[in-house]
């Protein structure tokens, strides 16, 4: 086992982690198994060659079916077995339809990325990945994670940290999702809590991680790291294989959406995708507190998560915002946040009334 952060040790036992998250320390703990593992027991009838809408409609009615398998061996806690033909096998059939008309995120693009046609994301039809490593920097349940981040993302925020990787969708290595699955394997046998998708985005490679996972065995919870703006059938084709999803909840309005990540309509994917996760999965929410923007952001986001998803949910409310990439083409984002704003966003959250926040 890796060292691991001091207060990374003893948290599976912290109430608001096990409130937030009580399945995922199952999971870690080996006292329950891994979704991918489960939605492989459950059988799915369909044929390759059925129509999408068709296909849609069995993937969606096997959702309840699932609940209660997952629930038969969270009891039983015997390990799950395989099945011919299962409904994870229909997600990884209906990614790759995703693929030939692009519509993993909000921007719906339409291109065929199998014909190597590329998007908004630029991201093309393997995997671009840039590192892949046990990360000491998560949030202390999570840690240590295995990481992998990978080229390419659906928004393009001006103040990026990560721009290198984000903006640059092809400019990793190319690596087929059997490859992935070897970096899986080798990141669980490393001792890591979960296998933690990001980049960029994980979302223009969401088949290609549904693919990965079909070569994977391993028992490993795993996490979807994004920025909230992938499109309602990514979130059916999560529901069910994402253990946890650490969502990022980045503003309060469209405008301030379009005008600093040119993400139109990012209000309503990311609050519906956020209720998705809460339904099917278990959810870490990261509020970036950004300079000039607690009445406008800080605020409604805070507000929206206390009132729709409760007030035990788990916020990481972060201060470590720093001007990068193009941040400077806007005035208010050209420095660092004062003592007074952290305060400020400390005080909203405690007067909406969160009371699960990451200690930081
Ligand atoms: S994932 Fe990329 S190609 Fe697909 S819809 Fe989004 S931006 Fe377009």
């Given at each position: 086992m890796w060292l691991t952060r001091p207060d990374a040790r003893g948290i599976l036992g912290d109430p608001g982690v096990v409130r937030a998250l009580p399945r995922y320390v199952d999971v870690v703990r080996k006292k329950k198994h891994a979704k991918h593992l489960i939605d492989k027991a459950v059988e799915a009838e369909f044929g390759r060659r059925d129509p999408v809408e068709t296909l849609w409609e069995t993937h969606d009615s096997l959702l309840t079916e699932y609940k209660d398998v997952q629930d038969s061996y969270d009891t039983s806690g015997k390990k799950p077995k395989k099945v011919k033909t299962s409904w994870y096998d229909l997600k990884v059939l209906l990614g790759h339809h995703l693929m030939k008309e692009c519509r993993f995120c909000e921007h719906g693009c339409g291109v065929n990325r199998l014909r190597g046609e590329k998007g908004y994301c630029r991201t093309g039809r393997n995997f671009s990945l840039h590192s892949a490593f046990p990360h000491m920097g998560e949030e202390p349940e999570l840690v240590p994670s295995g990481t992998v981040f990978t080229g390419g993302c659906s928004i393009r925020c001006i103040h990026c940290q990560n721009w290198d990787i984000s903006q640059w969708g092809s400019s990793g290595a190319s690596v087929t999702p059997e490859l992935m699955a070897v970096q899986v394997k080798d990141l669980a046998d490393k001792g890591c809590r979960n296998l933690n998708m990001v980049g960029g985005d994980p979302t223009p490679v969401t088949w290609q991680w549904l693919e990965t996972f079909r070569h994977v065995?391993?028992?490993?919870?795993?996490?979807?790291?994004?920025?909230?703006?992938y499109s309602m059938e990514v979130s059916r084709l999560l529901a069910g294989?994402?253990?946890?999803?650490?969502?990022?909840?980045k503003y309060g309005n469209d405008e301030c959406a379009e005008g600093i990540s040119d993400a139109p309509g990012y209000w309503e994917a990311c609050t519906r995708n956020h209720l998705m996760a809460h339904?099917?999965?278990?959810?870490?929410?990261?509020v970036l507190v950004l300079p000039g923007h607690n009445e406008c952001c800080t605020q409604p986001i805070l507000q929206w998560i206390h009132d729709n998803l409760g007030p035990c949910t788990r916020v990481n409310l972060m201060f470590q915002y720093r001007p990068e990439w193009r941040a400077r083409e806007r005035p208010e984002l050209s420095r660092r946040l004062t003592s007074e704003e952290?305060?400020?966003?400390?005080?909203?959250?405690?007067d909406v009334g969160l009371k699960n926040l990451v200690r930081g």
């Open positions: 065995d391993t028992d490993i919870a795993t996490v979807w790291n994004s920025n909230s703006y294989f994402i253990d946890v999803y650490l969502l990022d909840f339904e099917h999965g278990e959810l870490i929410i990261r952290i305060e400020e966003a400390r005080k909203i959250a405690a």
